[in-house]
Nanobody, 118 residues
């Protein structure tokens, strides 16, 4: 019943922008923190961005600070990742994660491919 569905991935040129969306259902969205992770071929998965339950607190990987912005709309049960000034090294599958504060329980989306290439 719990679902996290990512969308918005695709092919973009270096310096371009892309906005990823993750639509959630089947749980109380506002009670969960949300995160974006990514994994490139041959590399470990990496936490890209994180946002608190109400969207007040955020944090980012050093590699994306100043370029990516995570946000959430609890009325729409959706979390976003705005990606600007994209670089080839941003190429990866991006995953949405939902986690209940204070618990090990978490959910993952299926991922969406982002490719940055000229």
């Amino acid at each position: 019943q719990v679902q996290l569905v990512e969308s918005g991935g695709g092919l973009v040129q270096p310096g371009g922008s892309l906005r990823l969306s993750c639509a959630a259902s089947g749980f109380t969205f506002s009670s969960y923190t949300m995160s974006w992770y990514r994994q490139a071929p041959g590399k470990e998965h990496e936490l890209v961005a994180h946002i608190s339950t109400l969207g007040v607190g955020t944090n980012y990987a050093d590699s994306v600070k100043g370029r990516f912005t995570i946000s959430r709309d609890n009325a729409k049960n959706t979390v976003y990742l705005q990606m600007n000034s994209l670089k080839p090294e941003d190429t990866a599958v991006y995953y949405c994660r939902s986690r209940k504060v204070g618990l090990a329980l978490e959910y993952w989306g299926q991922g969406t491919q982002v490719t940055v290439s000229s």
